[in-house]
T-cell receptor, first 115, second 113 residues
Framework: GQQLNQSPQSMFIQEGEDVSMNCTSSSIFNTWLWYKQDPGEGPVLLIALYKAGELTSNGRLTAQFGITRKDSFLNISASIPSDVGIYFCAGPTNAGGTSYGKLTFGQGTILTVHP | KAGVTQTPRYLIKTRGQQVTLSCSPISGHRSVSWYQQTPGQGLQFLFEYFSETQRNKGNFPGRFSGRQFSNSRSEMNVSTLELGDSALYLC????????????FGPGTRLTVL
């Protein structure tokens, strides 16, 4: 089935540094979603991308929909301690002929920010 | 607008028991999806409901079932609990079938002893 590979698996950075993470797939995705999850909570939608090549920002976050439609990137600028968490990429999956309500998620990138 | 709510937040059960989890979507959202999250398998899709109909199902055994009510609220049930069912169960709602943006609730942490 469709799988998403996220890298890196974890990152340890200093406050103020920029962060880059990416997500790749062997299959084409028509939508890329980026979520952040804090411990014990559900994922929170950060950015949604719908067109190949699209670059979208949400505050200090910027995400891009790769032109091959098989990858996406998330950048965080000037990181702060509250950026700590797990970041997931996700996309709708067509396995079985329907993608109704089904998102496939990457394994997540664990971000640690040292003050 | 209130977000997705899930009850209960925490649950402890023993093997062989059954459990029912509840999800109230964002007002106006008619699609509700359920996911299981574990450290080993990550986030895995269970099923999706729209207008009281299950339209999509993941690769989980028949012990996992769900339903949706006319007000879009949804429940999932797990019968004959196994130790491996211990997980965070997440519900997500979206505005309509064609929109892929899903908004998650805080989850129900199920522990099976």
């Amino acid at each position: 089935g469709q799988q998403l590979n996220q890298s890196p698996q974890s990152m340890f950075i200093q406050e103020g540094e920029d962060v880059s993470m990416n997500c790749t797939s062997s299959s084409i995705f028509n939508t890329w979603l980026w979520y952040k999850q804090d411990p014990g909570e559900g994922p929170v939608l950060l950015i949604a991308l719908y067109k190949a090549g699209e670059l979208t920002s949400n505050g200090r976050l910027t995400a891009q929909f790769g032109i091959t439609r098989k990858d996406s990137f998330l950048n965080i600028s000037a990181s702060i301690p509250s950026d700590v968490g797990i970041y997931f990429c996700a996309g709708p999956t067509n396995a079985g002929g329907t993608s109704y309500g089904k998102l496939t998620f990457g394994q997540g990138t664990i971000l640690t920010v040292h003050p | 607008k209130a977000g997705v709510t899930q009850t209960p937040r925490y649950l402890i059960k023993t093997r062989g028991q059954q459990v029912t989890l509840s999800c109230s979507p964002i007002s106006g959202h008619r699609s509700v999806s359920w996911y299981q999250q574990t450290p080993g398998q990550g986030l895995q899709f269970l099923f999706e409901y729209f207008s009281e109909t299950q339209r999509n199902k993941g690769n989980f055994p028949g012990r996992f079932s769900g339903r949706q009510f006319s007000n879009s609220r949804s429940e999932m049930n797990v019968s004959t609990l196994e130790l491996g069912d211990s997980a965070l169960y997440l519900c997500a709602s979206s505005l309509a079938a064609v929109y892929n943006e899903q908004f998650f609730g805080p989850g129900t942490r199920l522990t099976v002893l």
